[in-house]
Structures are given as C-alpha cells and as structure tokens.
C-alpha cells in the first residue's frame, strides 16, 4: 500500500557520511554528561549518532537533548518502540522535531521483541501486520490531526529490520532499513530486497583491543544478551549459522562475525565489507569493558581513521 504521504517523500538516499556511530550507554550518564559527549561527536566530525531504547531514557526526549546540544551531526533512533507510544504521539514528536532541527533527525522505528514488550505490558503479536498498520495510522495522523508548525518537507523514517518480509515493509511503506546484530552478507541481500533507492543502515559492533581473548571477552558480553532473542537468532540461521554457533554467547566465528575486533584497520575493513554489498552507512557500535562508561576515548582515537574522505 502507498499513501499520498509516501508520494511526497523525498529522495531516500540522502547523504548521512559513510559512518556513524551507534550508542546504548547514554541511559547510565547524567544529562549533563551525555550532552557533554554528543556534543564532542559533532566537534569530532561524526556526521550521525544513532541511539535507542530499552528501560531508560525515552529516546525521543534523548533525541531532542542531542539536538539541541549540538549543531551539526543527525540523530536517529535505532529505534523507536512503536508500541510504546500511539502512532499520534509518534508522528507529533517526529515532525515537531524536523520543524525544530531541519534535516538533523531521523526516525528509526521498530516492533521490538517480545521479551521486551512484556515490560511495557504491550501485545507483541504479529510485527509485520503491526507495523504496517501503525504506519498506516501515523500517515494519517500526520495529514488530519497534527495541528503545530509543520516541517517544510515530509520527514524521513527508517524500520528496524532483519527479515524479508520486514524489508520489503522498509522498502514500501518507509525510506530504508535499519539493521542491527547482522553479518555483511545480511546487508547484501537486504540492499537486494531494498533495491536501488532506499537507505540501509546496518549497525556494527566493534571491540578497539588486539589481544583476542581480552577482545572476545568483552564481544561474548554483547552478543551473549543478543543470542536470547529470537528475532536474531532465527535471522542468522539463514546464513549459515547453526545450533552450535548460536549456543550461549556464540562461536568464535559468530562473535568473530558479529563483533570486528583490533585496530582500526580491522574496523575499517568490515566498514568496506558493508559498503561494498550496499550500505549507505555503517553505525559503528565501540564496546567498552567499562558496562556503564562512555567509549569517548575509542571514539576520539577512531575518529582521524573513520572520519577521512
């Protein structure tokens, strides 16, 4: 289904930089400190912070304390929980903020999982049908019951996506995909099922240590919490992984797979790896032993390598 608020959509593959960056740690600093170090990411020159949300901040307030810190870089929810809020509280936040920040804000939106939904009490039953309908229902929202200063253009939305039928929602109702927890060959073939025009955007975690146990210690840390999930599990199964590989916090080859880890050649060789089978962008994802600090050391340290032309 396409709706007239589609038709007016803008060229999808808009310039967002090759890089950005990719952050969940925000929730465990004050405001004071978060701004502090959105802030020292637009000076560093990164074109793009993606964050999201799970039981802290609300993302969207996140975003807009990132935005008004700062005077360049874009912020993207990676994602947005549409089952934590209406598809009117949604839309209201998404074109107040493009009014208010033109061309700096980027909403990625997801259904989330199930595991997570329970915490908000909501019904997670048949994402595809509920997002679908939640988009329906924000066009909607949009073009009859938003009465506030609205943005010059119709502003971008990106979905979470792993699956082809979700990516092919991505590719009809949105301007592109947001992937997360996913090999170069998933971007591959989501660029194959996006085709020419829309954006990908696949996450990347990376570990900035050489010593491959201190390196795999702390890349088991993350792909260990991801392997709980379904929704990721049942996607790398597709290509290739099995029963063995998906076992506790993950093979080698799988953490080796999902989590780059070295010097910053390293990094910038599975960038090339995503950008070479379609990406737009790769939100790079530093891990940090410290669970509850900010990786701002790896993020000064990656930049003069990540950030040249």
């Known amino acids: ?22 952050s969940g740690q925000f929730d465990f600093s004050p405001a004071g400190v978060v701004r502090e170090a959105i802030t020292e990411l637009d000076e560093l020159g990164y074109p793009t912070l993606w964050t999201g949300e799970v039981k802290g901040r609300e993302v969207l307030v996140t975003a807009s304390l990132a935005l008004a810190a700062t005077s360049q870089i874009t912020i993207a929810t990676g994602i947005a929980q549409i089952l934590a809020r209406n598809p009117l509280t ?29 915490i908000r009490g909501a019904a997670y039953t048949r994402p595809l049908s509920q997002m679908a309908a ?8 949009a073009a009859e019951q938003y009465r506030a200063v609205p943005p010059a253009a119709a502003p971008p939305r990106v979905l ?12 009809d109702r949105a301007d592109g ?4 927890f996913v090999p ?10 996006l085709g020419p025009d829309k954006l990908l955007i696949p996450e990347q975690a990376f570990v900035l240590h050489t010593d491959p146990a201190r390196a795999r210690e702390l890349a088991r840390r ?4 991801y392997l709980r999930l379904p929704n990721y599990t049942t996607n790398l199964r597709r290509f290739g992984f099995d029963d063995d590989d998906l076992a506790g916090t993950g093979s080698d080859r799988l953490v080796d797979t999902i989590v780059a880890w070295g010097d910053a050649d390293v990094l910038l060789g599975r960038i090339k790896e995503h950008l070479g089978a379609g990406a737009d962008q790769v939100a790079v994802q530093v891990l940090d ?21």
């Open 160 to 171: 979470a996506a792993l699956g082809p039928k979700m990516l092919g929602l991505a590719r």
């Open 222 to 225: 993350h792909t260990g919490s």
């Open 1 to 22: 289904m396409t709706t007239a608020q589609d038709a007016t959509r803008p060229p999808a593959r808009r310039d967002l930089g090759k890089v950005g960056i990719w």
């Open 177 to 180: 995909a947001h992937t997360y």
């Open 90 to 118: 949604m839309t209201a936040a998404q074109l107040a903020l493009t009014e208010a920040f033109p061309d700096r804000f980027l909403l990625g939106l997801g259904v989330s999982h199930a595991e997570l939904m329970h």
């Open 184 to 193: 170069p060959e998933h971007t591959a073939a989501a660029r194959a099922i």
């Open 134 to 141: 939640y988009l329906d229902e924000m066009d909607r929202m």
């Open 289 to 309: 032993f410290d669970r509850r600090g900010l990786p701002r050391r790896q993020w000064r340290e990656l930049a003069p390598a990540l950030l040249t032309p």
